[in-house]
Nanobody, 119 residues
């Protein structure tokens, strides 16, 4: 079955860094665009970063541009989110996401990993 399993979250002080990982299984990972999203309880889920199937194209939300880097290792079925210069407003649950390859096909979400940025 399809699984997306995030890890690497935790508590960090403002200005610190974290590296999130998402290990995928159950689909052809190397064929698919992958994304990181984040969500604060009671607020809208936000797209943070996306990466193309081979890793050659990336995009970022304006709020994280220059601080976060998305990458992937297709041999390990894994995507990463390197988060530097963290701010309190980065506090959220971060989710790994496989968007729909076609409009009527399935999308997949991980269970999320909590990131708390606080002094």
């Amino acid at each position: 079955q399809v699984q997306l399993v995030e890890s690497g979250g935790g508590l960090v002080q403002p200005g610190g860094s974290l590296r999130l990982s998402c290990v995928a299984s159950g689909f052809t990972f190397s064929s698919d665009t992958m994304r990181w999203h984040r969500q604060v309880p009671g607020k809208e889920r936000e797209l943070v970063a996306a990466i193309s199937s081979a890793g050659g194209m990336t995009t970022y939300a304006d709020s994280v541009k220059g601080r976060f880097t998305i990458s992937r290792d297709n041999a390990k079925n894994t995507i990463y989110l390197q988060m530097n210069a963290l701010k309190p407003e980065d506090t959220a649950v971060y989710y790994c996401h496989r968007p729909r390859p076609t409009p009527r096909s399935a999308e997949y979400w991980g269970q999320g990993t909590q990131v708390i940025v606080s002094s």
